[in-house]
């Protein structure tokens, strides 16, 4: 494929309600949609999910579009690749800005696969199967409201849930899930929200037996999530931590934590998820994939990844209908009531946006040609 055309542009999609984390509350996701066109007329799409704000990771919209107008998209214009797999090397030099090279490296994915008129899942190494779905549950202002969303969700088909916690949002609430629901598959996620002075209430948490505790302490604390792992019964699953491979393996051989949760964005696209995912199923880790809020094209993108057998564990890639009214792209996802979903069949990621609705939610746009 020879990349003659990247249109980048930035979208505003109010969300359908807004969402609380330890880090803060969310109401609308801005992001960048990113489409790479081929000499052939081809084309591929994708979707950077670095948000506004640098608070889950260091990227915002406003750095991930300076790095792809600037630095990412002028270094793959008018070269030919052999396969989406070769894209990393053209930005072998530049540090860092993982959410916005994995925009431009995961489009291209999209237009390779639609190229071999496959669908992405087989390009990335797995045919497609049913994709066991969760949901990601935001702080929310009390216990009774948390306690009827959750109800709400499990009736939709969701069998896995999460919540998100963080000091004075713990204990509390999961004592209050299990006391109502009984033994449902129940994890926490954090998002850093803990120090390492909080480890023996952490600990309480071991009673009430969770699937793990996703991201206790700080992304840079390997050590120290080290140490935590060796006072919890609860397994933890890093998630902001895990930003390459290298560290991929760092936590595994330091014992960090017992499950990893890959989220292409994070760790620079496929080529370093695939590299992940190889390792942990060497080692036996249990894997699932992640969620940034995505609108329908990151979504697909996630779907099709998750294809992949060492995705064992139920993921946070829910139906376009719980973040976004519409979805950008026509049909939406959904779930069924067995509580999976099903990757969009069709080549590449199966899937494109409509353009009115693109056209709706556009804050600005630019399109740079070979
Ligand atoms: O930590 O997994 C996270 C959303 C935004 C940023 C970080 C996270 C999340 C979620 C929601 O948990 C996942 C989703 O439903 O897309
Ligand atoms: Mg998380």
């Not at 109010?14 to 801005?30: D, H, I, K, N, Q």
């Not at 790479?36 to 406003?62: I, M, N, Q, R």
């Not at 294809?307 to 719980?322: I, K, Q, Y």
Request: hydrophobic letters at 45%; aromatic letters at 6%.
């Amino acid at each position: 494929m020879r990349i003659t055309a990247v249109g980048l542009s930035v979208l505003r999609l109010p969300l359908v309600r807004s969402f609380e984390t330890s880090f803060g509350r969310m109401a609308a996701r801005e992001l960048i949609l990113v489409h790479v066109e081929d000499a052939s007329g081809a084309e591929g799409w994708g979707e950077c999910v670095a948000d506004a704000d640098p608070f889950y990771s260091p990227e915002t919209t406003t750095t991930a579009w300076h790095m792809l107008e600037k630095y990412l998209v002028p270094g793959v214009l008018g070269h030919t690749f052999a396969s989406a797999a070769e894209l990393p090397a053209t930005w072998r030099k530049i540090r860092g800005h993982q959410m916005a090279k994995a925009a431009l490296e995961m489009a291209s994915w999209d237009l390779d696969a639609r190229l071999q008129s496959r669908p992405l899942c087989e390009v990335l190494g797995a045919p497609a199967r049913p994709i066991e779905s969760g949901v990601s549950i935001g702080i929310h202002p009390s216990i009774d409201a948390l306690l009827d969303r959750i109800a709400e969700e499990r009736a939709a088909g969701y069998r896995r849930i999460k919540i998100k916690i963080k000091p004075g949002w713990d204990r509390e609430p999961v004592e209050a899930i299990r006391a109502r629901f009984g033994d449902i598959p129940l994890m926490v996620d954090a998002n850093a929200a803990y120090t390492p002075d909080h480890a023996a209430h952490l600990a309480e948490l071991d009673a009430f037996d969770l699937m793990m505790i996703e991201q206790p302490l700080d992304d840079d604390d390997l050590v120290r999530h080290a140490r935590l792992q060796e006072r919890l019964r609860t397994s933890i699953c890093l998630d902001e931590s895990i930003k390459s491979p290298e560290i991929a393996a760092d936590a595994l051989d330091l014992r960090a934590c017992r499950i990893i949760n890959i989220k292409p964005g994070r760790l620079g696209g496929f080529s370093a998820s695939l590299a992940v995912h190889d390792l942990a199923r060497s080692r036996g880790i249990p894997l699932w994939h992640g969620g940034m809020l995505e609108s329908g094209i990151g979504r697909a993108h996630n779907l099709h990844l998750s294809a992949l057998p060492g995705f064992t564990l139920p993921g946070d890639v829910a139906a376009s209908r719980r973040y976004f009214e519409p979805d950008v792209i026509d049909p939406p996802l959904d779930i069924s009531p067995d509580g999976t979903m099903t990757i969009p069949p069709g080549p590449g990621i199966g899937v494109v946006p409509v353009p009115d609705r693109v056209s709706a939610a556009q804050v600005h746009a630019t399109r740079l040609e070979a």
